[in-house]
């Protein structure tokens, strides 16, 4: 039998977690073992501790199964130290504690015995002739040895394999059997999780884009009632807060109005149902009442044709003053062709005097 | 119709207006009364399409009817206009109105005669080319006058 020292390094690769799953592979403690004594000594201490926790889950879900709750009302658990033990736990206490002084002293007596066996054993195997038969057995554990070694990688995978299997399992049924909800609140303190954590550095590492991409802000901003949102608003406060003026300053409008697609505002814009809101009866009234549209074209008419209307009398009265001095030349008559020479029907008025002009006739005195 | 008049009109008011002054206004008045015809002729049919839509066709109007028509609507017209104002739109486009040898206003029964016979004897009026006191027929039969007068009033008596 080799000592720790001599055995062969473990095969990295067989150990490999790749190879291995989630399995951890046996780690092979580089120290020297303790010595024998200590170690059947933690043994027994781990067995018994087992034991005692065994016992006392049993112990809970047994009560557990009877509808009864293991503690007393307000007792912690773990809180036996508290108060004096009495009866089957005081047995059961007390058969523990001479179990574990028994061990101890086993221990000792074993350690005792196997110093003296090595003793006795290294008398024995001194002679020649012992050590030849012990190198050959020592030769044939040694190639039992080293066949294990070899195999051992196929056999950890076998093993892997089926713990691979088997873990699932074994953890679903215990979840099934637990509620980890309550676990969480009663094991974990959140308030330190947190603390613990690195929260820039969680952001960091998160795509806000995939987030966002995968939200429904449709269905959201439809559960969202805007009218409340806007009540709430302080609006009155916080535009008394503004300042409009740097704001507008600041605003450079020339090329917020190159951005505006006009086309397409205008384009958006229903023409036809606003003007079919407009009362345009209306408004066209009053827009002829404010104009005075009448006097307005009567004004212009009337300009355009006093003008025209003065030249045709003009143009006829030279005509007529004409035609005169062709009768007056033709039938001999004096008064120079005028037909003022004849005699004045009336008296000149002036046109623009109305009845201030007078009025006569031939016969008038 | 106010028109104010130049220098060289505003002497001639109240002066006997020439032939070609009143031919003028008379053709005015004669294409009023065109018109006329034409709008009662459209009239009448209008009344008919709405009385009788289905057997609705124009009315055929003879030469005569609507000569007759015509020749009434200038009497009337006339009329009207010599009786009220003294003039009528013809005569007032070229400033001229009819007045009385006793008074400036026309009274209307020598209103009606004196469109009857400008009416008959539509050619009366040329005799104010030769007059030399450019008075036409009519106006020697009724004893009017027919004055340049730009006024919109009627001149007030002597």
């Keep these: 039998m080799g000592t720790p020292n001599e055995r062969r390094p473990v095969d990295e690769s067989a150990a490999s977690p790749e190879r291995l799953g989630k399995v951890v592979p046996l780690r092979i403690a580089a120290q020297p073992p303790p010595p024998l004594e200590q170690l059947v000594e933690q043994t027994l201490r781990i067995a018994i501790g087992m034991t005692a926790l065994a016992s006392e889950v049993l112990a809970e879900a047994v009560a557990r199964t009877l509808g009864r709750e293991p503690f007393a009302e307000g007792e912690a658990p773990g809180d036996e130290t508290a108060r004096p033990a009495s009866g089957v736990p005081l047995v059961a206490g007390a058969a523990i504690g001479v179990a574990l002084e028994g061990a101890k002293w086993g221990a000792r007596a074993a350690t005792t015995m196997v110093r003296s066996a090595e003793l006795f054993l290294s008398l024995l195997t001194s002679p020649g002739f012992v050590q030849e038969p012990l190198r050959q057995a020592g030769d044939r554990l040694g190639g039992f040895d080293a066949r294990w070694r070899e195999q051992r990688p196929r056999d950890e995978e076998a093993a892997a394999a089926f713990l691979r299997l088997l873990v699932p399992q074994v953890v679903d049924a215990a979840l099934d059997q637990i509620d980890l909800n309550e676990l969480v609140a009663e094991r974990i303190e959140l308030d330190r999780v947190i603390d613990g954590l690195d929260l820039d550095r969680v952001i960091s590492r998160l795509d806000i884009d995939a987030i966002v991409g995968r939200i429904d802000l449709d269905r959201i901003v439809e559960h969202v009632d805007v009218a409340a949102i806007v009540e709430r608003v302080p609006v009155d406060e916080i535009v008394s807060r503004l300042d409009l003026d740097a704001i507008v300053a600041s605003v450079d409008l020339d090329q917020v109005v190159r951005r505006v697609d006009v086309q397409a505002v205008a384009d958006s814009i229903d023409l036809q149902a606003i003007i079919r809101r407009l009362d345009l009866t209306a408004i066209s009234r009053d827009i002829i009442e404010e104009l005075d549209l009448t006097q307005l074209i009567q004004d212009a008419m009337g300009s355009m044709t006093n003008e025209t209307v003065g030249g045709i009398r003009v143009q006829s009265m030279n005509a007529d003053r004409a035609i005169s001095r062709l009768r007056a030349r033709v039938l001999g008559r004096g008064g120079g062709g005028e037909p003022a020479a004849t005699t004045p029907a009336v008296e000149p008025v002036d046109p623009g005097a109305g009845d201030r002009g007078s009025a006569g006739s031939e016969d008038r005195p | ?158």
């Design chain 2, 1 to 158: 119709m106010s028109v104010s008049a130049p220098p060289v009109a505003r002497v001639m008011q109240g002066q006997r207006a020439g032939v070609v002054s009143r031919f003028l206004a008379d053709a005015i008045d004669l294409l009023v009364i065109v018109a006329a015809v034409v709008g009662v002729y459209f009239a009448v049919s209008g009344a008919r399409f709405l009385l009788h839509p289905r057997q609705f066709s124009w009315p055929e109007a003879s030469a005569l009817y609507l000569s007759t028509l015509g020749w009434i609507l200038l009497i009337v017209y006339l009329t009207i206009g010599w009786a009220s104002t003294g003039r009528t739109w013809g005569k007032s486009v070229l400033g001229l109105r009819v007045v009385s040898s006793r008074d400036v206003g026309l009274p209307l029964w020598r209103a009606f005669v004196r469109a009857a016979l400008c009416a008959l004897f539509p050619i009366g009026l040329f005799w104010s080319a030769i007059s030399s006191r450019n008075g036409s027929v009519q106006d020697l039969l009724v004893r009017t006058t027919v004055v340049y007068d730009w006024g919109p009033k009627l001149p007030a008596l002597q």
